[in-house]
């Protein structure tokens, strides 16, 4: 695997850690991990940093639901034009154009069912290349982003008496 590649892996891992830290763990000095950080952000290969962060250890106010949905297109209108206006509603938290029984893979944020429900009613089902949506409400998050979540405090060992 090339420095790039390795590097990119350990800040998707944790995109905290000291340059210093990402030189040792890549057998190469901070410099130069400096150097290719600034170009990979430069070139837009590193588009931000976020945290991953458990609602649930937070506060009872944030729904997350997972929308499918189908468009139709025309001979003016690609996935691009359609993937740029649903891009732009800051309840949409990630869109993918996917294949299978669906074209778009959203996911919604909201401070309830309601909301998530009347956003995707009024905003995305009113766009006239929408065919269908499907939402799928988040019951639980158990790992995200490669972090697990919940209490690991529970002894999940089977019993073993004698």
């Not at 590097?7 to 998707?12: A, I, K, V, W």
């Amino acid at each position: 695997m090339d420095e790039t590649r390795e590097l990119l892996d350990l800040l998707r891992h944790n995109a905290r850690e000291s340059t210093a830290d990402l030189a040792r763990q890549l057998g190469t000095d901070e410099a130069q991990v400096e150097a290719l950080i600034a170009e990979l952000e430069e070139e837009g290969a590193i588009r931000g940093y976020q945290a991953i962060v458990d609602w649930d250890a937070v506060d009872d106010g944030h729904v997350t639901a997972m929308v499918e949905l189908n468009v139709e297109l025309d001979r003016e209108t690609k996935y691009t034009d359609i993937s740029a206006r649903i891009a732009k509603f800051s309840e949409v938290s990630d869109l993918k154009l996917v294949s299978g029984d669906y074209d778009f893979a959203v996911e919604v944020y909201g401070d309830s069912m309601h909301d998530v429900s009347m956003f995707v009613s009024e905003r995305i089902a009113t766009i006239p290349e929408v065919t269908q949506t499907v939402t799928h409400f988040v019951m639980d998050t158990y790992k995200e982003r490669g972090i697990e979540f919940g209490d690991h405090a529970d002894d999940d060992r089977l019993t073993f008496s004698p």
